[in-house]
């Protein structure tokens, strides 16, 4: 068993609320800077720049988990992480068909599709911060679906947080994990006990990029193992 | 003066989908809020409250609070879940087309008022 350094939450330039110096290189040598050796990359309600992480990623020997942020019809947002890009863009394509709006630049922001090269190939016009129609519980469905993992994103912030938006945490809801956005609040999540956490640096600029990190204890780096350390599988060890 | 949430569906146009016999509850105020954290925070025994969600958490929250009644704004339709749990619970669901504002300005015209400090 091995330990690895985890930031499961990291916007790209992508993201209307994100820094533009948010490109694929940056992310990926300040996540090097910051001793991360996996890097979940989830811009809201999209996925369009994995790809150009993942290409400069795999050089520097950092795992790139691609996933995206959605938003939920009752406005909570839930990490989706997969383990291939081809469930990813499929997954994609369902949020988008329940996406709705168009993104007006000067209100609230560019979204940037990279290359690798960092080249701009392209603008999402979907309304990305908007709220998709898809109920929690079918989104986190959609996602083991898709074979990803549900974490609910910042659980302990009142905006678009779990707990927030509907009270508590609905009977039922088969999430993978909780991220919290201050892991010292662990102990005053109601229900908290329930499932593992995470933390997670939620970076919107560079210099947020590991800011917090979730350690796996596991033999390899790849989303399979980050699953069984979730249910704490043999000796695998989540820790924040 | 006090209304009943039967009233206030025929005044306001509202589909309800609840049995007939729980219209005759009073309404002693309103109360309206898509944050459910907030409203279990504010919410008072005996209001109406006025949201957009439609999940069933929002019957536990009002079950929780003892609301007198949920009012679902923009014509949203609750999930499967909720018409169930709201039946059990014996929680009046009411839709109504209009946005929270408009419904909650013709409850004020209603007389539908919260008292003086609340």
Redesign the interface.
Known sequence: MKEFKADLHIHTCLSPCADLEMSPRNIVSEAKRKGLQVIGICDHNSAENVPAVEKNAVREGILVIGGMEVTSKEEVHILALFGSEERLFSFQGTVHENLHGTNDEKRYGEQVIVNEEEEVIGFSDKLLIGATDITLERLVDLIHEFEGLAIAAHVDREGFGIIGQLGFIPEGLHLDALELADPSKRDRIPQGGRWPFITSSDAHQLQEVGRRSTTFLMEAANIAEIRQCLSSVDERRTRI | MTRTLKEIAEALNLAAITREDLLARKVTGGYAG????D??AHAGKGQVWITL?????VV??ASAKELCGIIIVHGRTP?E?TLRKAEDEHIPLLVSPLSTYDVVCRLYQLGVKNGEGV
């Open positions: 898509d944050l459910l954290s409203v279990l969600q439609t999940h069933a958490n536990a929250v999930e879940g």
